[in-house]
């Protein structure tokens, strides 16, 4: 728990901030609003301390805490839910302001599932987090923000997705129930249907997006007044983080070698830079009452044309509700 040096006035939930994006977000977050209380939510409790003690020492945060959450397991999720809000509700922590969904997970060397059944990219990556968001529905206060990460091919495939030899995302999404359950598993190039999975899981984070800001908006809470926002992030392509970890060596000697000399390129960005990009569309009053759109670096811009399906969004969302057990719509709950 944070010590009572510092008085915290806001939380905020950070997936996926012990490494890459997700430590830079974290980092120039806490910089930029010191009296926030950050919530580092990873699976790995060491690897998860560790980032927590580097934030500590380099940004002299006392109120950086870290809270156990696996977004591979419904279970770990719902636990990690429960807490939140009896820490929340007891004043333990302070009012939930924004949720920032940036763990990922690029599996390329054959099918993997979850506990639960699902294939492990399209659980982490968008089930896990499509359950969080729902989960914190009802405690998140306005102004509020939801922040998820676009990815490979989310916005059609450019020059760096071909280098690299990612594959496009799946737009057969006629049975989505079968991207959580594929039915061909025979992995013949396990490396492209990683990479497809990664790129389909990254358009779900989109569509997603897209259907959380209509579904706020509905409910009242996306006017001026109440802002409570969701958007959509892509940092660019940022070599050298944990993303390629599933990789043969002379991808990881690539990624983490060779790539981050591109960074003289404006496409090629550090995590630094984009995690600065991204605190500022979670705390930035320039983002204010920015929602339903997708921020790439610092500009609005443009999804893949897929994403703006509504009734795909709409889909989606009710498929991925029925695939995690959840009961209603916890929209309805936020006060
Ligand atoms: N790198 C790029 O070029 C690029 C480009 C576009 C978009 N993105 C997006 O940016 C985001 C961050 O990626 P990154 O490149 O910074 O990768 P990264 O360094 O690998 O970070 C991924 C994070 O997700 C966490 N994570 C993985 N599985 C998890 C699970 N089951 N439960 C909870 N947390 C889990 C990891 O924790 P552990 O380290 O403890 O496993 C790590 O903190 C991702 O959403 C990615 O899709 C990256």
């Given at each position: 728990m944070a010590s009572t040096q510092q008085k915290a006035s806001r939380s905020v939930v950070i997936t996926g901030?012990?490494?890459?994006l997700g430590f830079g977000c974290a980092k120039a977050l806490i910089r930029a609003n010191p009296s926030w209380h950050v919530i580092l939510a990873s699976h790995n409790e060491q690897r998860t301390d560790k980032a927590a003690r580097k934030l500590r020492s380099e940004?002299?945060?006392?109120l950086t805490t870290t809270m156990q959450l696996d977004l591979a397991s419904l279970d770990s999720v719902h636990r990690f839910a429960n807490r939140l809000h009896q820490d929340i509700d007891s004043g333990?922590?302070?009012?939930?302001?924004a949720v920032v969904c940036i763990a990922a997970t690029l599996q390329v060397s054959g099918t993997v599932y979850t506990?639960?059944?699902?294939?492990i990219t399209y659980a982490v990556n968008h089930l896990g987090h499509f359950l969080l968001v729902n989960l914190l529905l009802s405690r998140i206060r306005s102004p509020g923000r939801f922040v998820f990460l676009a990815g490979a091919g989310s916005q059609g495939m450019g020059f760096w997705e071909h280098a690299l030899g990612m594959s496009p995302p799946?737009?057969?999404?006629?049975?989505?129930?079968e991207l959580a359950?594929?039915?061909?598993?025979?992995?013949?190039d396990p490396s492209k249907v990683g990479s497809q999975r990664y790129a389909t899981s990254k358009l779900a984070n989109v569509l997603t997006a897209y259907e959380l800001d209509h579904r706020l908006r509905s409910a009242g809470?996306?006017?001026?007044?109440?802002p409570i926002t969701s958007n959509v992030f892509s940092p660019g392509l940022m070599p050298g983080?944990?993303?390629?970890?599933?990789?043969?060596q002379m991808m990881k000697f690539l990624w983490?070698?060779?790539?981050?000399?591109?960074?003289?390129?404006?496409a090629v960005r550090s995590p630094a830079e984009s995690g600065h990009d991204l605190a500022r569309l979670v705390?930035?009053?320039?983002?204010?009452?920015?929602?339903g759109q997708f921020i790439d670096g610092r500009e609005i811009s443009h999804t893949h044309p897929?994403?703006?399906?509504e009734k795909l969004q709409r889909t989606l969302w009710e498929e991925s509700a029925a695939l995690v057990d959840l009961n209603g719509d916890n929209i309805g709950n936020v006060d």
């Open positions: 901030a012990t490494s890459g940004t002299g945060s006392t333990e922590i302070p009012p939930l302001h506990d639960d059944g699902f294939e799946r737009t057969d999404f006629e049975n989505l129930r359950v594929p039915e061909d598993t025979s992995d013949t809470l996306s006017s001026p007044d109440a983080t944990g993303l390629a970890r599933d990789y043969g983490n070698t060779v790539l981050p000399a591109f960074r003289v390129l404006p705390t930035g009053p320039d983002f204010e009452n920015v929602s897929m994403s703006y399906d």
